[in-house]
């Protein structure tokens, strides 16, 4: 992720009002870029003590200058908003998030705090609930009249996702509840995987050459927010539940009492929770919860005190995001120092460089780590990391240990010259401009990324070659079978007669299979080379826009001089930024990469036209299609979903090339432009009159 240009190294003490400017503005754009990569990915690039300090140097600033602080500040927000794809689900009562608590003193302001709040007298004591914080993701599941009727993501706190089928595949989680149960209760919790599932599940997920996930968190957040319900249901997630959130018919006055209600109406809690009451006891827990912490089945990243009387929690309300009444008391992820003794540098699909860290194997925590991930080439330049250094290294809740700090450089060391070269092929490797990331431009020549996209290149999505596992592309690439797609349609029988464990029957199988994929879609097609940041849908957008592979292929590499109509014709596809339209050109920029395009042809390979269906009857098919403004009977995804099955194009700008502008209130810049270049616009009404 791109560490965006701050003045992080002066003190917020010393910065002009103009650096901190420049700084929070620099500082907004990087976190919700990490809130993406962490809430919507589910994929973090950072770890979460460095997001922390972002988050805090923000708040830092903002005290200093409050005439500053920015509407998309991250002060102002929790978490990523939600993503697109599923429905949006307000939430009655806020989802929020808790305060923290890191050192002993914390604890005992806080309880001071409530104290001096609810003004008690010495002698009364404070009743806490104490509960282990569970490191998943948050979920709030609304029963009517005990049936559920809907489960949504805490998305930003306001509104969160609608994953209801995805919740109900959780077998814990009950569809109805009975006995003494309020007419309307909002119940909320934490999915998560235990690490003994997430494990073997990453296993599985390897050897199908599916995602692998980084921990058991992301693994969870990953599988409860996919729009298919059924993959979610092929996935071993769990839950904690804890908390409520709108209810009508509350009868229950302490937390703990709440908690029993829980376990009644068959909701699984957790079983480490308990009542303390004075600051050393809920200390007490803490210590112990912290010992035992390697040893539970899950992840968790702290311990959660909440006041028990409700009476006294509505009294003490909430400040900002964050009730007055509950914290987290976080465990500090464990360290241990040990020796660097080298670094490598991997290569993945996308050609990327990762550094790893080899160290000098050392027990942190119960656990033995010899590897630790080394992020990128700024993250060592930044940290000075050499080989041969005493370093610091921690795990936190992730399963993938990180070098925190150098104690001490090894006598004689040089900083870490970063490799420009691939140290697979041997061909250049490059930063762009605005990229953390170094790249490998070897492409398919690049035995590192070959084999995993010859893998991708015959995966089920896209040229779906039945009886071609990873194992046999790999065997088949040793041994200079097949180097690159192209030589799949050159594969002859009297090569792999003989081979162990191919008979006759499978290598005719094989070659059968092969043949049926001479003649392929568009779509299918630009998946399958593989660019990066080009998945399913953005092939689907492109193969829709292009129509086919000459225009495409055309269009790509005109669209190299960013001042050509072919490139805003590529940046003004809706849903294709300029990051994806910079993989794009640069993989037509590649010689070897249109080589391979030369060669497929030359092997016989024809890709058909994008096929629109029968659109005839559809009064904007062909027609381009822009949305601005405010709509206010559909979702702005739906309505995208529903002109692209109606044949038309969805534009994310206005040009000349425009035909229709949908604008709702609000609409700003876009509807200036149409009415600027002479275009059609209507409002949402007259639109879905026309579509009928
Ligand atoms: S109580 C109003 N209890 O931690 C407070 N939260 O950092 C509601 N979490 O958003 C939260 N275990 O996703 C509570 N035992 C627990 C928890 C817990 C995990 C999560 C939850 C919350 C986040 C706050």
Redesign the pocket.
Known sequence: MTPALTNRDIAVAKLTEKQAKAELQALAKLVAEHDVAYHQDDAPTISDAEYDALVKRNAAIEKRFPDLVRADSPSKRVGAAAAGGFKKVPHAVP????GNAFAEEDVTDFVDRIRRFLDLSEDEKVEMLV????????FSARYERGRLVVAAT?GDGAVGEDITANIKTIKEIPDFIMGDVPKVIEI?G?VYMTKQDFAAMNERQAIAGGKIFANPRNAAAGSLRQLDPKITAQRPLRA?T??WGAVEGLTWKTQWEFIQNLKAWGFPV?KRATVCNSVAAVLKEYEKLGSDRAGLPYDIDGI?Y?VNRLDWQKRLGFVSR??RW?T?HKFSAEQAETQLENIEIQVGRTGALTPVAHLKPVNVGGVMVSRATLHNEDEIARKDIRVGDTVIIQRAGDVIPQVVEVKKHASGSKPFAFPRKCPVCGSLAVREDDQAVTRCTGGLVCPAQAVERLRHFVSREAFDIEGLGEKNIEAFFSDELVQSPADLFKLKKEKLVGREGWGDKSIDNLLAAIARRKTIGLERFIYALGIPQVGQATARLLAHHYGSLESWEQGMTAAKNEESDAFRELTSIEQIGPAVATDLIGFFAEKHNRDVLTALRKAGLTVEDFVRPDMSGSPIAGKTVVFTGTLEKMGRNEAKAQALALGAKVAGSVSKKTDLVIAGPGAGSKLKDAEALGVKVVTEEEYLKLIG
Do not use: C, T
Request: hydrophobic letters at 45%; aromatic letters at 8%; a positive charge.
């Open positions: 989802m929020l998030s808790l509960e282990p914080k569970i490191d998943g993701l948050s805490r909320r934490e904690f804890y908390a957790n959660v909440k964050a009730p509950a987290a």
